[in-house]
């Protein structure tokens, strides 16, 4: 079965940094991509970050691009997203989604997002407060 759990969201408070986890089992770090994304009440799921799956590349929106990293620990299966210099902004679910490819799309591909059928975790709550 495949499963991606994040964990690492809380309350913060703007100015600090939080890394985020997505635990991935069920299937290998070669069979898919993973992604990013965030999503407040009422608003669609938005792209942050996606790394491919050999984990040699990475992708950013470009709206996200200076305080996002993403990384990944083969050894953990492990996918963490790094968010420094919080902002009141960044209050959101944030997910993880498995796929076979991440994509850019937009004008100049200033979006990420994951293309096929995509495997979600559950969310991890940020909240960051000022």
């Known amino acids: 079965e495949v499963k991606l759990v994040e964990s690492g969201g809380g309350l913060v408070q703007a100015g600090t940094s939080l890394r985020l986890s997505c635990a991935i089992s069920?299937?290998?770090?070669?069979?898919?991509?993973i992604g990013w994304f965030r999503q407040v009440p009422g608003k669609g799921r938005d792209g942050i970050s996606c790394?491919?799956?050999?984990?040699?590349?990475?992708y950013y929106a470009q709206s996200m691009e200076g305080r996002f990293t993403v990384s990944s620990d083969h050894v953990k299966n492990m996918v963490y997203l790094q968010i420094d210099s919080l902002e009141t902004d960044d209050t959101a679910v944030y997910y993880c989604?498995?796929?076979?490819?991440?994509?850019?799309w937009g004008v100049g591909g200033h979006g990420v997002g994951l293309n096929g059928a995509i495997y979600w975790g559950q969310g991890t709550q940020v909240t960051v407060s000022s």
């Open positions: 989604g498995a796929a076979p490819e991440c994509v850019r």
């Open positions: 069920g299937f290998s770090f070669s069979d898919y991509d």
């Open positions: 790394i491919n799956r050999n984990h040699d590349r990475t």
